[in-house]
């Protein structure tokens, strides 16, 4: 079993930056994927940025040139620094953690909402 515990969600104005934290505990066998997804009211939940524990990094063609995700595998935890945030960020950010079974855990979701 994987714990997920986010931190970092909140309101911003159009232009301003955030830094979601996704600190995991539990049973972390590698190679393992984490990353982030949104799901903002009446759409689906869709991939924001993911990193493998070796260091691959993968971004929503929405999200690139902005956003930028990092692991410290020491710390078991992944951050999503997002600047030049926009009004069609705002969502509900939840982060993972996929086993290389492909086993996937959920955190239980922190709120980003951009709004002037």
């Known amino acids: 079993q994987v714990q997920l515990v986010e931190s970092g969600g909140g309101l911003v104005q159009p232009g301003g930056s955030l830094r979601l934290s996704c600190a995991a505990s539990g049973t972390m066998s590698r190679p393992n994927t984490m990353g982030w997804y949104r799901q903002a009211p009446e759409k689906q939940r869709g991939l924001v940025a993911s990193?493998?524990?070796?260091?691959?990094?993968n971004y929503a063609d929405s999200v690139k040139e902005r956003f930028a995700i990092s692991r410290d595998n020491a710390k078991n935890t992944v951050y999503l620094q997002m600047n030049s945030l926009k009004p069609d960020d705002t969502a509900i950010y939840y982060c993972?953690?996929?086993?290389?079974?492909?086993?996937?855990?959920w955190g239980q979701g922190t709120q980003v909402t951009v709004s002037s």
């Open positions: 993972y953690f996929r086993t290389f079974r492909g086993t996937v855990y």
């Open positions: 990193v493998t524990s070796g260091g691959t990094s």
